[in-house]
Structures are given as C-alpha cells and as structure tokens.
C-alpha cells in the first residue's frame, strides 16, 4: 500500500512565500512522477508542477518563475517552494504521485488528500 503525505499549508499574505511539502511511502519499486495539483473554488483541478522521472520539470505558465518543485535524494518526496504569492493562489493543492509498486506490477496513480493555501490580507 501506497500513501501520500502533505504537510503544511496555510494563511500568508500577499507577496509571501510558503513551502509544501509530501512524503510517499509503503510499496514503491520507483516513482515515475511527483508533482502538485490545485483546485480553486468554482474552478477545475489545474497541475501547478511535476518532476518526471528523467528529471523533466513541468510548470503551469502561471506560476512560473514564483514556485519551484523539488525532490529529496531519496527520490520519496517533493517539495512546492510557493514564492511571491498573490490572492489568485489561493487554493486547496493536492500532491500526486505516479508509483510503480514493484518490478512486475504496473504504474498506479495516487493522490495526497490536500492541503489549503489562502492568499489574503
């Protein structure tokens, strides 16, 4: 069993940074790819980041050059680094990870349970 862990999250104001951070843990024979998702009120779900396997790096146009997505050596967790942030942030952000369990198992998708961000004065 696989699980995604989300930590922190939270109440910043404009022009302010926070960091997100998420752990996957249980039966992992390698992790093809980490990355985050958000979802605003009255919106659809949006990727925010994603780090693929091969080390490729995705990021939504409209936060470019303001968050940047990392992992740890242990190749088991990723990190959001949110800077600059602005009200239009504001969301519940969701980790995502694509797991491969074992040597002979096929590709699962898996998701964090989400961690609210509110951008406000």
């Known amino acids: 069993q696989v699980q995604l862990v989300e930590s922190g999250g939270g109440l910043v104001q404009p022009g302010g940074s926070l960091r997100l951070s998420c752990v996957a843990s249980?039966?992992?024979?390698?992790?093809?790819?980490m990355g985050w998702y958000r979802q605003a009120p009255g919106k659809e779900r949006e990727l925010v980041a994603r780090?693929?396997?091969?080390?490729?790096?995705n990021y939504a146009d409209s936060v470019k050059g303001r968050f940047t997505i990392s992992r740890d050596n242990a190749e088991n967790t990723v990190y959001l680094q949110m800077n600059s942030l602005k009200p239009e942030d504001t969301a519940v952000y969701y980790c995502?990870?694509?797991?491969?369990?074992?040597?002979?198992?096929?590709?699962?998708?898996?998701w964090g349970k989400g961690a609210l961000v509110t951008v406000s004065s």
């Open positions: 995502y990870s694509n797991i491969r369990r074992g040597a002979f198992y096929d590709d699962v998708d898996y």
């Open positions: 780090i693929i396997s091969g080390g490729r790096i």
């Open positions: 249980g039966s992992i024979f390698s992790i093809n790819v």
